[in-house]
């Protein structure tokens, strides 16, 4: 796997390479964006964690978001150098799905203690029927350890609707505080659980509003 946990700086072809993201995405779906409102107006210490339908779903969050996103990434991607290059320098970094990668946990902490902005699935993989499923902990994780804040996003299309550009919309969801999902009254693993949880359900009711354009 080819990924140097060394750096975790914002590469400059991040910036370069924005208008061909957001041509990627607007080739592929037509995109409707509903509270952008509810993005901080710093950038800071901040997870964005959305449900997963497409590979496309970075490419879409990144082409309708005001700051760099480091992405975490399935580390199979990573495993052809061409690939890695690329990835790597549009933010992205692998996590071994399955097992408790400790180099992906340690490298997202060390984005966000610098100040910098987390972007992940928390289903850990994507969902072909497009219907958000349960959360596993490592958001949760990330959240407690750094002391971020959670920006929930939902990503809403109608799997049925095989066409050319189908009709997609990304939801920007009011911030979760960090003393909103750790309040201390139970046990870390309990904790660890709730937060997860309630993260996950608040993409699910984002979710759940679908085409419609209340800003959630």
Sequence with gaps: MHFDYNRKDDRGLYKIALPLIKAYADVHFSISCYGKENIPEEKGKLIIACNHISFADPAVIISHFPYSIHFIAKSELFENPVTAFFLSNLNAFPVRR????????????????????????????RVRSAVPEKAKRG????????????????????????????KLT???????????????????????????????????????????????
């Design 170 to 216: 990304l939801r920007f969801g009011r911030v979760l505080k960090n003393s909103e999902l750790f309040d201390g009254k139970n046990d870390k693993s309990e904790e660890l659980q709730l937060a997860s949880e309630k993260i996950m359900n608040t993409i699910e009711k984002l979710w759940e509003k679908k085409h419609g354009n209340s800003c959630g």
């Design 98 to 125: 399955g097992l408790s990668d400790r180099d992906a946990l340690k490298y997202a902490c060390k984005i966000l203690d610098d100040n910098k902005i987390l972007g992940i699935f928390p289903e850990g993989r």
């Design 139 to 166: 958001v949760a994780f990330i959240a407690r350890r750094t002391g971020a804040d959670v920006l929930p996003v939902s990503l809403y299309l109608d799997p049925k609707e095989d066409v050319f550009r189908p």
